[in-house]
């Protein structure tokens, strides 16, 4: 559920860890148990690859060649075969983007504590800076998978090669390998606040949910029924989440999908000079003489590149060519994921919970049930 495009529910894994999902003042108060991890990521894991589809098709609506890539240039009606073509390009990475999500547990165990048990710190304090410092590193170490992942999805799989869409991808990097941090500070800036938004909805929507039927007096508090609000209340406050963040979230993409070009990755003229009928050319096709007048232009940009764009430049980029509409591409694709993979993500978490649990031969108590 949490970050969307690094993983629907690792994200909202790591960050169960640190927050936990039962009471508290503002929901914040048990962290998971041991014995939980096993069950929370392997429901991450199995939800992240049935919704990755959708990331694809994410990814190649806001990218700046869906144009030319996944439109007819003549009618400019989408090209379905082509846009629908390897939505499982780059899944490998969903597998690199598992790791972050012990991070958040151990900040949680790192929380300082006084003689008598006592926390040295207040427990909404420690929760949202544990929280925001684990995000920080979390997406440090997730950076180089979005990077790889973004850019696989992008590889055009009707061009001959038969190599697989990550190795293209990662053959890109072997120069400049730096490049996958692009885009760090706006995967951090996506996360961050939408994970500040998610909670504290989901929590409230919960607990509205469980007064609403307590009041009606058709509360049966059974698992099935705590399962299907902490659903539909994750789905609803995960859906307003990536629906708000879809702006970062575009600029992003721009971002990371650009992270792999540059003079290495530009096609090399032929080292053999040109016959022309009158004259010599040069190995771009051009007369000596306008070889010449180029000469310094072209050593100038060889010695200073073109800065990359910031966020900022590329948002205002996106506004003058699309306008504000371009900044939530794709945002109705991240609601519906985010939506489904919150059910879903919790569905098989609790299974695998009790089931565990069951296996270690403990008896969950009422207040252990979400």
């Known amino acids: ?64 060649e869906y144009k030319r890539l996944f439109t007819d240039a003549t009618t400019q009606a989408v090209n379905k075969r082509a846009l629908f073509r390897g939505l499982y390009q780059g899944v490998g990475s969903v597998i690199i983007a598992t790791l972050p999500s012990c991070i958040k547990a151990a900040l949680e165990k790192a929380n300082p504590h006084l003689s008598g048990g006592q926390l040295l710190l207040p427990q909404p304090l420690i929760h949202s800076a544990s929280s925001s410092v684990a995000e920080l590193v979390s997406c440090a170490i997730l950076t180089p998978a979005e990077v790889i992942k973004q850019n696989a999805q992008m590889v055009d799989s009707t061009n001959g090669d038969k190599t697989n869409a990550t190795v293209q991808t990662l053959r890109k990097f072997r120069s400049n390998p730096l490049a996958l941090w692009r885009g760090y500070t706006a995967l951090a800036g996506r996360n961050l606040p939408f994970t500040a938004l998610q909670f504290p909805i ?43 963040t879809t702006p970062v979230d575009v600029v992003k993409t721009r971002i990371m999908l650009g992270a792999g070009d540059g003079p290495a990755n530009e096609p090399k003229p032929s080292s053999e000079p040109k016959k022309a009928a009158d004259g010599i050319v040069d190995a771009m096709g051009k007369s000596a003489q306008a070889g010449k007048e180029g000469l310094k232009n072209a050593a100038q940009s060889v010695t200073k590149p073109a800065p990359r764009k910031g966020s900022i430049a590329i948002a205002k980029e996106i506004i003058r060519e699309q306008g504000v509409k371009g900044l939530f591409r794709g945002g109705a694709l991240r609601a519906v994921w985010t939506m489904i993979g919150s059910g879903l993500y919790l569905g098989v978490y609790e299974a695998g919970r009790i089931q565990l649990a069951k296996r270690h031969g403990q008896k969950l108590e009422e207040k252990d049930i979400l």
């Open 1 to 64: 559920m949490g970050s969307p495009d690094g993983g629907v529910s690792l994200s909202f894994f790591a960050a169960a860890h640190v927050i936990g999902l039962h009471g508290g003042t503002c929901g914040f108060e048990v962290a998971l148990p041991e014995k939980e991890d096993t069950a929370g990521a392997a429901a991450a894991f199995t939800v992240d690859l049935l919704v990755y589809p959708l990331d694809t098709l994410k990814t190649r609506i806001q990218s700046p």
């Open 202 to 244: 989901f929590e409230r929507l919960k607990e509205s949910i469980k007064r609403h039927r307590d009041d009606k007096g058709i509360r049966t508090n059974t698992l099935l029924e705590s399962g299907l609000i902490t659903a539909a209340s994750a789905g609803t406050a995960g859906s307003f989440a990536a629906v708000v």
